[in-house]
């Protein structure tokens, strides 16, 4: 089984400024690991992922996340964000040979101007 | 690339309704699709996963009966949620991916917000 622990249920980040919302995982097989982002009334779409190789990975709009096996992690950072950038964040993780993501509780990130 | 398109986004019916939701793969062809229903500021909870041309498999909880799920394509799989009662409504969200091992990131439509009154 593995599971997927969002900590922080919401980040409050002033326009411009970094942020890092962290993700933890648990699973006693190799994964792979998600983030995605959610807009009000929308579906979710893919920032990054990782699969395998380098463990620091860039996505869209300017975000990248570090996948540290030893802690189990997979946080996602942005060196400064924009009000655009206001969504709900999730994490999410699946594993070789099963396609079903698990996800986290989600991140609500607000930007204050 | 890799679009889905879910349809309708917003349905609001009567009590005892069944009500059809739709899910595309419009350029990809789709070889599982995953039903997921969200509550309001909740995480996503996975309902069944559907391959093309076989029956879907439900999670632990959710009743095959009252959730009917159709993958006629590789490109078109449907949602029907039968009788619907007040406890029902929620957001409803499709995912395609077109490829199986887990290492492929599956694609979401937009949701479909379901009223039931």
């Known amino acids: 089984a593995q599971s997927v622990t969002q900590l922080d249920s919401q980040v409050p980040v002033f326009e411009e400024a970094p942020v890092e919302l962290r993700c933890n995982y648990s699973?006693?097989?190799?994964?792979?690991l998600f983030w995605y982002v959610q807009y009000p009334n929308q579906g979710l779409q893919l920032l990054l992922k990782y699969l395998s190789g380098s463990t620091l990975v860039k996505g869209i709009n300017g975000f990248e996340a570090e996948f540290n096996k030893s802690q189990t992690s997979f946080h996602l950072r942005k060196p400064s964000v924009h009000i655009s950038d206001t969504a709900e964040y999730f994490c999410a993780v699946s594993s070789r040979g099963n396609e079903k993501l698990t996800f986290g509780t989600g991140t609500r990130l607000t930007i204050i101007p | 690339g890799a679009v889905v398109s879910q349809h309708p986004s917003w349905v609001i019916c009567k009590s005892g309704t069944s009500v059809k939701i739709e899910c595309r793969s419009l350029d990809f062809q789709a070889t599982t699709m995953f039903w997921y229903r969200q509550f309001p500021k909740q995480s996503l909870m996975l309902m069944a996963t559907?391959?093309?041309?076989?029956?879907?498999?439900?999670e632990q909880g959710v009743e095959k009966d009252k959730f009917l799920i159709n993958h006629a394509s590789l490109t078109l799989s449907t949602l029907t949620v039968t009788s619907a009662h007040p406890e029902d409504s929620s957001f409803y969200i499709c995912s395609a991916t077109p490829g199986a091992g887990g290492n492929q990131p599956q694609h979401f439509g937009d949701g479909t917000r379901l009223s039931i009154l």
């Open positions: 699973s006693s097989v190799s994964v792979y």
């Open positions: 559907s391959n093309e041309g076989s029956k879907a498999t439900y």
